[in-house]
């Protein structure tokens, strides 16, 4: 799940990895696409074949800091009026929306509310 990706991202980055590798989820590569739009990680693939497919992420850095907004024990939904700014438009929040997860931005725009996952800074 996503809370494990964010969570090896920083440590990753903590150790001064160039790259980490993650089995692979669709719900951890759309998370990481998102991340990737947005530059707090560098590149993100998928590799491997059915049984043994990973996610390789190429770090760079960006990444300082998240808070978990919706835990897997309690999910909290926004609509498109609650969706605010993530420190003063110097974050990013993401949510999953019924048109697939994006920014909150991006969910804005659509006019999309949905399931506010995590914020990154």
């Known amino acids: 799940m996503y809370i494990n990706l964010l969570v090896q991202i ?7 990895k160039e790259m980490i590798k993650i089995p692979f989820s669709n719900m951890d590569m759309s998370v990481a696409e998102v991340l990737a739009k947005s530059k ?3 590149g993100v693939a998928k590799k491997g074949r059915a ?7 190429k770090l760079n ?4 800091d998240f808070k978990f907004i919706s835990k897997p024990s309690r999910r909290l939904y926004f609509g498109v009026k609650d969706i605010r ?9 993401v949510i999953s929306t019924s048109k697939g997860i994006m920014s909150a931005k991006e ?3 659509q006019n999309a509310g949905g399931v506010y996952l995590f914020e990154v800074w």
Do not use: S, T
Not at 61 to 64: A, E, I, Q, V, Y
């Open 10 to 16: 920083k440590n990753g980055q903590m150790a001064k």
């Open 40 to 42: 707090y990680i560098d």
């Open 51 to 57: 049984p043994k497919k990973y996610i390789e992420i």
């Open 61 to 64: 850095g960006n990444l300082n």
């Open 85 to 93: 700014l993530v420190k003063q438009g110097f974050g990013l929040g």
């Open 107 to 109: 969910a804005r725009k």
